[in-house]
């Protein structure tokens, strides 16, 4: 049995690039929340939503719904 390196390379670089871009997102949602400008707390609202159906994506593909 041997392990295909390059999916799990794949499989690595995949999951770490999604984490960052949850956590920039959400960091980002953090800052535009505080601010006075009207325009913050909408965009800062949609930005959790990203973060969140990102999330719910992640686990709809790690637990199949649908088999």
């Known amino acids: 049995m041997t392990i ?3 999916a799990f390379v794949t499989v690595v ?3 770490l ?3 960052c871009g949850v956590v920039t997102l959400f960091s980002l949602a953090l800052r535009l929340g505080d601010g006075s400008a009207p325009w913050r707390r909408p965009a800062s609202v949609a930005l ?3 973060c969140g159906a990102i999330v ?3 686990i709809s593909v790690i637990v199949p719904i649908f088999p």
Request: charged share 5%; proline share 0%.
């Open 56 to 58: 719910l994506f992640g």
């Open 17 to 19: 690039v999604a984490a």
């Open 4 to 6: 295909d390196w390059l």
């Open 13 to 15: 670089l995949a999951s």
């Open 48 to 50: 959790y939503v990203v």
